[in-house]
């Protein structure tokens, strides 16, 4: 660590302890390590120890690997090692977990976790880092509440003096969540679930080709075996026919209604059925269901060609998403920041995420609510094993049962409202599900849907149809736009638009689009005065790969797009590894919103990225370009820089390109590549399927609220509140009058003015090694957890 930045942290080495002011308070950080408890191999986990040992370096601290877990910490000697900068290179795409992990029974025992605080104590660590499952976690607080008897115990053996026992009095102990089940209560997303369910939601879309093509009914069963949250998550993405869960059992007589289901798709001619299975599944009495029972009633009931997919441990391997990398990658620095900040009063707590936040909970709260959900099960109090697993999983639930099933005609009330769905702007992956979400809540609530083809080109010219409920079956993993959608605004098309709004009697409009729906939107609200057609209820659902509009943190087709940007990368990265000191300059989309760049710089270890809201000159680029040089005297002799496209007027991709490859000359070479127009194909992320379904349901829940305000009394709506933007702030929807959001927004580079990702720009920065400041004012403070805002 140089001299300067010893400086700026406020760093005072005295022996082997390391004192940190941090936030203008002493905080004491003896050297600790980062350890993996637990028995599975979670996809992400290596992005987790990447950040922890990296920012563990950073902050002055010595940080040392325990391999196989618990075992390594029992067992001690070559299975306790210091890291470096070196070890966690290239790991990010690394599956499973570079460190090991495995069960030990000694660890459960005194006498083994006695030979742990001994082999512990031997290397001065009394900070600890652990990412697992609950029962990692609990073994680790109890470790904890053990350490200073322990210490005792081993003083009296003789095997510690009493200097020691004085001097490492305290263990603080954090914890990360590492398990694909999302089982934990007080986190929305634990490490390698969203991984997870790129590998079921791969495998569904290539078995739903086959099933179709042989007119087949398919049972897959997914890991779960006392959470349904991959299942149920994965019914959402693909749309299911139906879904069994330990959570919420089948009402009694499911097996006739199942059958009754699955005929009268048939009888609509849908070639396929897709049945999904938590392998925890259980009926009202507890007692199992399993997907061979489920196959035996199907073929036993209906004669159909029913075949079994248990997916198995496939849905652990596999190359960490995007989100997960950042997921991890947050966590660990977080994990960082509170043992630095730990003191002997503080709780061993857990690194938790809470919208776009990393919250810290206290540990043994979040165990117990975990273990509450299984109780509730075992006791068969299923909706309150639902409430505990928290408001996301209910909502899914509730948002599932609404788009699987379709009510008889005959016990649906007519509203008598038209309600219009219309994509503007470039195509995004899971515009098709937010339509698909729409069209069939709308008509659950009585409405009749309206498709509007080819986005305000094709509605002035009158390309307009009704949809049904079946017209959307399968539109969940369609990538692009089966409606059609063009940037072009409505401004110079105001009179034959509204003129079609009175033509086919639309009640309200739902657009599903980027910036130019926002821009849109903003014309049509500002044309009421003139045309009263538009004086009804209006909704824009954020779809862009750009992640550009103002009012949500996030976008429908980011995600996707992100996923691509850090596949192409880890490909690229790989094609360096036979060729020594090389960098690769990759020009990434998303006009002057440099979201994409950095996201995708975090999520693939990239050495730079630039972006327009970050201004750079030369010497930046000089700078970056030592960086890289000096980078290629270690062992690490690749190098990857991300450009977003309009970052700079004037160090365009091709400039960064031959610059470096001058300055580089002797030393490393150089490779350019822009990704272009691949980033917003291909299908659809389960995260955008997901959000897509979800948001897009939100809104005609909106809608409707509103249509019920004016039914019966010919209302007009002209105040801003019926003009919305619906977005996701932090953890919150929140539904934004367009005429604020104008006070938010950068129309002349079409961003927002505040973006919340800018506060990551430093973590990517710190974890490739440069001395940057990290603002740690949104950091979790210790919150306690509720089962309402899990």
């Known amino acids: 660590m140089s001299k300067s930045l010893l400086k700026c942290l406020g760093v005072c080495v005295q022996a082997c302890e390391i004192r940190i002011h941090w936030q203008n308070r002493p905080c004491s950080l003896l050297p600790w390590f980062c350890h993996l408890g637990g028995v599975t191999r979670i996809e992400g986990m290596n992005a987790a120890v990447r950040a922890v040992v990296r920012m563990g370096i950073y902050v002055g601290a010595k940080v040392y690997f325990i391999y196989e877990g618990y075992q390594g910490m029992v067992d001690g000697g070559a299975n306790i090692a210091e890291a470096d900068w070196e070890s966690v290179s290239s790991i990010l795409q690394v599956g499973g977990t570079i460190i090991g992990s495995a069960r030990c029974q000694a660890f459960r025992t005194r006498e083994g976790r006695l030979k742990a605080a001994c082999n512990l104590l031997q290397r001065g660590i009394t900070n600890l880092c652990v990412i697992g499952g609950d029962g990692s976690l609990t073994g680790a607080n109890l470790f904890r509440k053990e350490w200073s008897g322990l210490l005792e115990e081993l003083a009296r053996n003789g095997q510690i003096d009493k200097e020691a026992v004085q001097k490492y009095a305290y263990l603080n102990v954090v914890g990360m969540v590492g398990s694909i089940d999302n089982d934990f209560c007080g986190t929305d997303m634990t490490i390698g679930t969203d991984s997870a369910l790129h590998r079921i939601i791969e495998v569904i879309d290539a078995i739903m080709t086959t099933a179709q093509s042989h007119q087949r009914t398919f049972v897959l069963e997914v890991m779960g075996r006392h959470c349904g949250y991959l299942a149920l998550v994965s019914a959402l993405a693909c749309g299911a026919d139906w879904v069994f869960l330990p959570e919420s059992p089948p009402e009694q007589g499911w097996e006739e209604q199942m059958c009754v289901k699955l005929s009268e798709n048939r009888a609509r001619k849908k070639r396929l059925n897709i049945i999904i299975v938590a392998e925890g599944a259980i009926d009202t009495q507890n007692k199992p269901i399993t997907s061979e029972k489920i196959k035996e009633l199907v073929v036993t009931q209906l004669g159909y060609d029913t075949r079994v997919t248990i997916l198995g441990h496939v849905q652990r391997g596999g190359t960490p998403s995007a989100f997960d990398r950042i997921l991890a990658s947050r966590?660990?620095?977080?994990?960082?920041?509170?043992?630095?900040?730990?003191?002997?009063?503080?709780?061993?707590?857990?690194?938790?995420?809470?919208g776009n936040h990393a919250v810290r909970l206290p540990l043994m709260e979040c165990v117990q609510m975990t273990q509450d959900v299984q109780k509730a099960m075992d006791e068969r109090r299923f909706q309150d094993a639902v409430r505990l697993r928290g408001r996301s999983f209910a909502?899914?639930?509730?948002?599932?049962?609404?788009?699987?099933?379709?009510l008889p005609d005959d016990q649906i009330p007519k509203t008598n409202c038209n309600v219009a769905v219309i994509n503007v702007g470039a195509p995004a992956a899971g515009m098709n599900a937010a339509v698909r979400s729409a069209v069939r809540v709308g008509i659950a609530d009585g409405h009749r849907m309206l498709a509007i083809y080819d986005g305000f080109d094709g509605f002035a010219k009158g390309q307009i149809k009704e949809i049904g409920w079946t017209d959307v079956g399968g539109w969940t993993g369609q990538g692009g736009s089966i409606l059609g959608t063009k940037r072009i605004l409505p401004g110079k098309y105001l009179e034959e638009i509204a003129t079609q709004m009175r033509t086919h009697s639309i009640n309200a409009l739902l657009i599903i689009g980027g910036f130019e729906a926002y821009l849109g939107l903003l014309e049509l609200s500002a044309a009421r005065e003139k045309h009263e057609e538009f004086c009804v209820p209006m909704v824009m659902v954020p779809a862009t790969v750009s992640n550009n509009v103002p009012g949500s943190d996030f976008s429908i087709g980011a995600d996707t797009a992100l996923n691509t940007i850090t596949d192409t990368c880890d490909r690229i990265k790989q094609s360096a590894s036979g060729t020594k000191r090389r960098v690769f300059i990759i020009e990434t989309m998303g006009g002057y919103c440099g979201y994409l760049a950095n996201m995708g710089g975090l999520a693939a270890g990239a050495d730079a990225a630039y972006i327009f809201e970050e201004p750079f000159d030369i010497r930046d680029l000089q700078s970056n370009v030592e960086h890289?040089?000096?980078k290629m005297k270690t062992t690490i002799q690749r190098g990857l820089v991300l450009r977003n496209e309009s970052c700079s007027e004037n160090y365009t991709t091709d400039f960064i390109y031959q610059l470096y490859s001058e300055e580089g000359k002797g030393v490393f070479d150089c490779r350019k590549n822009v990704l272009g127009h691949m980033q917003q194909g291909g299908a659809p992320s389960p995260f955008d399927r997901n959000f897509g379904t979800k948001i897009s349901a939100r809104a005609m829940e909106w809608i409707t609220a509103k249509l019920k305000e004016a039914r019966g009394r010919g209302k007009k709506f002209t105040t801003d509140d019926s003009v919305c933007v619906l977005g996701i702030s932090k953890r919150n929807v929140i539904f934004q009058p367009v005429a604020e959001l104008k006070q938010q927004t950068d129309f002349e580079h079409r961003i927002p003015k505040e973006q919340w990702w800018l506060k990551l720009r430093p973590l990517m920065k710190i974890l490739a090694k440069y001395k940057a400041s990290y603002d740690v004012s949104d950091s979790g403070q210790l919150e306690h957890v509720q089962p309402w805002s899990v």
């Open 628 to 630: 890289l040089t000096e």
């Open 331 to 354: 966590m660990g620095v977080e994990a960082v920041i509170a043992l630095l900040e730990a003191t002997p009063d503080t709780p061993a707590c857990v690194v938790s995420l809470n």
């Open 395 to 406: 909502g899914n639930l509730n948002t599932y049962k609404r788009l699987a099933i379709k």
